[in-house]
């Protein structure tokens, strides 16, 4: 099975601060996602990668930022967390192929105070 | 650009008992993909069955099944013989292709809680 595997399940942290979200997939996937997902909203995508040092700007990139320096791991960074980017974290990963879904882990619970 | 509709908040649902869950899309692309996903309250996001554009027949996978009426633009998903176990967050997601034809990235739907009552 797919494994992927969120640093953290709960985190919280200050207004102000850099704050880092780690991803890391197990099954050699070409192609990694972050979203978050708020109450009333479902899902939406902040950036995603299809390839190693390579990131694309997904709906929601303000404030954020992406790291891929490994195939396996993709960083989420908040520069400045703001109470706004208090949420819910998702990251997913997927083959190249349009049939197969993206593997969720599952979640990191982020509060800014 | 493409969107995605879930006009159903909340369902109830009686325990061994069917339900069907709506999804209707929006895209120009004449190829797509939808997919359906579960979200208990645990958290994680697991996903259900894969409907193409171009499939010829609807997808099933076990209880799951889709009912995709292409002229419609609407796939929803239908789960037979409800357990107590499949009360849960469900998302329906499209598919867009990237640049290149191989990658893509989905857009979700807002969710449907259903409620499975014994």
């Known amino acids: 099975d797919v494994k992927v595997t969120q640093s953290s399940r709960y985190l919280v942290k200050r207004t102000g601060e850099k704050v880092f979200l780690e991803c890391v997939q197990d099954?050699?996937?070409?192609?990694m996602f972050w979203y978050r997902q708020d109450p009333g909203l479902g899902l939406r995508l902040i950036y995603f990668s299809y390839d190693v040092k390579m990131k694309e700007k997904g709906d929601i990139p303000e404030g954020y930022s992406v790291s891929r320096e490994k195939k396996e791991r993709f960083s989420l960074i908040l520069e400045s967390a703001s109470t706004n980017q208090t949420s819910m974290y998702l990251c997913?990963?997927?083959?190249?192929?349009?049939?197969?879904?993206?593997?969720f882990g599952d979640g990191t619970r982020l509060s800014i105070l | 650009a493409q969107k995605i509709t879930q006009t159903q908040p909340g369902m109830f649902v009686q325990e061994k008992e069917a339900v069907t869950l709506d999804c209707t899309y929006d895209t120009s692309d004449p190829s797509y993909g939808l997919f359906w996903y579960k979200q208990p309250s645990s958290g994680e996001m697991i996903f259900l069955i894969y409907q193409g554009s171009y499939d010829q027949q609807n997808a099933t996978e076990g209880r799951y099944s889709l009912n995709f009426q292409k002229a419609r633009k609407s796939a929803n998903l239908v789960i037979s013989a409800s357990q107590l176990g499949d009360s849960a967050m469900y998302f329906c997601a499209m598919r867009a292709v990237l640049s290149g034809g191989s990658n893509y990235k989905l857009t979700f739907g807002k969710g449907t809680l259903l409620t499975v009552n014994p």
């Open positions: 099954m050699d996937h070409e192609n």
């Open positions: 997913a990963s997927s083959l190249s192929q349009v049939r197969r879904p993206q593997h």
